[in-house]
């Protein structure tokens, strides 16, 4: 199968500087907008139901992310995925332990059926919103992400979304075509938010205009490459937290093709 090519990822990323629309979780929201300057884009993060609507269409991409849960904030997210959808602005969903309750699982599957171009999600939340008993422990997964290969497949088709399942290994998958990246690093798991700037990072690479398939293996391998880069001179989570943006703002694309690593 051919593999997307990286070669201009960041280059394309780095001069479009999209502006990425946040609805995301307030534990990482300073994470989240940091990994997405360093990555090169523009972080906004924008809440009120009063302006979603407003906002979502001058933005290049809308990020969701269910992790702190409120009904004015779902009312929100449905209400910007409305309008992004309408003014044809791309967007990922973050289904933030999806199985872990009913009410979680609920808004994950209403806002998963509304047209995102990208699902971004551990083993156990792909699992669940594909139907299936993920094992969500609280935000972790108590599955690897190969358990959840057929799951992403089935949801894509489904949804129509492109489909990333992360963890040790990450798939992505459109429901025909899938590929695996083995990049990234344990501490990873040790900090918390890197998953949901994994999913800004895709946003920011759908808002440079990358095809949903693409714009999820270059943001995975982005911070995957970075994290690798960040380890090297780790004490702990707190300076691999460090290391990491620092290893987001210096990564090109010659670092990127060079340090992909295929499943």
């Given at each position: ?175 025909e075509r899938m590929v695996g990246l083995a990049n990234g690093d344990p501490m990873l798991a040790r900090v918390t938010g890197t998953g949901c700037m994994a999913t800004a990072i895709i946003g920011a690479c759908l808002g440079a205009g990358l095809a949903p398939f693409d714009a999820a293996v270059a943001g995975l391998t982005m911070l ?40």
């Amino acid at each position: 199968m051919e593999r997307p090519d990286l070669t201009s990822a960041i280059d394309r990323l780095r001069s479009r500087g999209p502006l990425v629309h946040n609805i995301t979780n307030y534990v990482v929201m300073n994470s989240t907008a940091n990994a997405l300057l360093a990555a090169g884009a523009s972080p906004a993060m924008v809440h009120a139901l009063d302006e979603v609507a407003d906002f979502a269409p001058i933005a290049q991409a809308l990020v969701i992310n269910i992790g702190t849960l409120s009904a004015p904030w779902v009312a929100a997210m449905e209400k910007a995925a409305e309008a992004a959808n309408a003014a044809g602005v791309p967007w990922i969903l973050d289904p933030v332990a999806a199985g872990a309750t009913a009410y979680r699982t609920e808004t994950a599957t209403r806002l998963a059926a509304m047209g995102p171009a990208v699902i971004r999600g551990n083993a156990s939340e792909i699992m669940s919103l594909a139907g299936e008993a993920g094992g969500a422990r609280g935000v972790d997964s108590t599955k690897g992400s190969e358990a959840a290969q057929d799951a992403a497949r089935r949801l894509a088709k489904r949804t129509g979304a492109v489909v990333a399942v992360t963890g040790a290994v990450d798939y992505v998958t459109d429901g025909e075509r899938m590929v695996g990246l083995a990049n990234g690093d344990p501490m990873l798991a040790r900090v918390t938010g890197t998953g949901c700037m994994a999913t800004a990072i895709i946003g920011a690479c759908l808002g440079a205009g990358l095809a949903p398939f693409d714009a999820a293996v270059a943001g995975l391998t982005m911070l995957g490459v970075a994290a690798e880069t960040a380890i090297r001179h780790a004490n702990g989570p707190a300076s691999f937290q460090v290391g990491l943006i620092d290893a987001l703002h210096r990564l090109d694309d010659a670092a990127l093709v060079a340090g992909v690593r295929w499943a």
